[in-house]
């Protein structure tokens, strides 16, 4: 069991994460969040955006001594871009902050609670019996996303989840666990809880490489299996 709890995010909260007491005979199996190092680098893309504003300092650079500015002049351009840089970085550090510090992710006996939202906060729950297929993105250093595809005619709009979602999911989103720590034990813990939720076999075994994900992502053939044909 890994229970994760700093207190009450919110002071409407029954618990933490949890916006109201568990029913009589329910109980919580794990709690946790996502890792905001993680999170800044594959969700707020912070490392590209660095790279992104690197190059625009050389090139700002280069076009200034090309003009046949002299030294402060080219300095003093290239550290604008420097500034534009570090301004968007830190914006993106702090959203990504703010996004792992309001978030809160609950696994019962019966369902996957999500608490998202920064100035708006949303609780989505998801029933373990209301869970068609599953999936899990491993990310390296045993991070990973767990994407859900709901069953029947049930649909969160992908706005209301983002960035909670998976990629490329738009007609019919999937929530989306962000940058678990631990992603492949909380799997393991997952199929336990939806196989005694459901009676059934298993749960989707959907195993990949990032970059693998993100080119299948893209053609739309990265498809989970059927929950009661495979395991994790």
Request: overall charge positive; some cysteine; aromatic content about 10%.
């Amino acid at each position: 069991m890994n229970i994760k709890s700093n207190g009450h995010e919110h002071e409407f909260e029954a618990a933490y994460g949890l916006p109201e007491p568990l029913p009589k005979g329910e109980s919580i199996l794990w709690q946790g969040a996502p890792d905001f190092a993680d999170l800044a680098v594959r969700v707020f893309h912070l490392k590209k955006v660095g790279i992104y504003f690197a190059i625009l300092m050389g090139v700002r650079g280069f076009f200034l001594y090309s003009t046949g500015a002299d030294a402060l002049m080219i300095l003093a351009g290239v550290l604008i871009v420097v500034g534009l840089g570090l301004t968007a970085i830190a914006a993106l550090a702090i959203l990504a902050w703010l996004t792992a510090r309001t978030t809160a992710y609950t696994l019962t006996d019966q369902r996957v609670v999500m608490r998202i939202g920064i100035v708006l906060t949303l609780t989505f729950n998801l029933p373990l019996k209301r869970i068609e297929t599953a999936g899990l993105l491993l990310t390296g250093k045993g991070f990973g996303d767990i994407p859900f595809a709901l069953n029947g005619g049930d649909r969160i709009g992908w706005l209301n989840l983002w960035p909670h979602a998976r990629p490329w999911r738009l007609a019919k989103p999937e929530p989306m666990l962000r940058c678990l720590p631990n992603a492949q034990a909380f799997a393991m813990t997952l199929q336990n809880a939806w196989k005694q939720a459901t009676g059934k076999a298993g749960l989707a075994k959907q195993i990949q490489t990032e970059d693998q994900v993100r080119n299948l992502a893209k053609s739309e053939k990265w498809q989970p299996s059927p929950l009661a044909n495979k395991s994790i």
